[in-house]
């Protein structure tokens, strides 16, 4: 006996995919960055030190003198020399009062007034450095410094940013089929 027989035979579909990637791109400007640093303001005042050296002494020391110093000594000396004189006139005119005591005053005034006195030893040391009167004022200097704040501009750019979206497309490239068939 024959029984009939059932065939089926199907063919599966195909689904193909076109896909585009999505593109996208992102760039950032840098930012455009302007500084400026102004000088700081700086203000300098000085006052002058002052040296004062008084070298009068030793000057006089090695007679290197001053005309009104010279002239004071000067008189000072004829004074005490007119001083000396009349001392010494009036000391011989005593011995020549006492002349009837003996002892010989004509001879010892002679012998006063006939014989200099002794030099003295030529070696001197002039020029004292202590009697150099030096006096300072000191100086001063103010300094004022006034510090500038910097300029800054900034200029911030936006990012360039372009995206071009991904695309799928499907498409079939074979259909689906099923075929019945009766075999008897």
């Given amino acids: 006996m024959d029984i009939p027989k059932l065939q089926i035979q199907t063919t599966p579909g ?24 102004p000088a700081a303001i700086l203000e300098i005042s000085t006052t002058r030190s002052r040296l ?12 290197m003198k001053s005309v009104f110093r010279r002239t004071q000594e000067w008189a000072q000396q ?11 006139r009036a000391e011989e005119g005593r011995q020549m009062m006492e002349i009837e ?21 030529g070696i001197r040391f002039v020029g004292d450095r202590s009697k150099i009167q030096l006096s300072i004022t000191p100086g001063t200097t103010t300094i004022n410094a006034t510090p500038q704040k910097p300029i800054i501009n900034a200029q911030v750019n936006k990012p360039i940013h372009t ?22």
């Avoid at 008084?54 to 090695?62: K, S």
């Avoid at 005591?101 to 030893?121: D, M, R």
């Fill in 52 to 63: 004062s050296i008084d070298t009068t002494e030793v000057r006089a020391d090695i007679d």
């Fill in 163 to 184: 995206y071009t979206p991904g695309k799928v497309t499907g498409t079939m490239e074979q259909y689906p089929s099923i075929q019945i068939d009766w075999k008897g």
């Fill in 101 to 121: 005591n003996g002892g010989g005053a004509i001879p010892a005034i002679a012998k006063q007034n006939g014989s200099p006195p002794t030099a003295p030893l």
């Fill in 14 to 37: 195909r689904l193909g995919l076109q896909i585009d990637k999505p593109v996208q791109q992102i760039e950032q400007p840098r930012a455009i960055l302007d500084i400026q640093q």
């Fill in 78 to 88: 004829g004074r005490q020399g007119g001083l000396d004189g009349t001392g010494r």
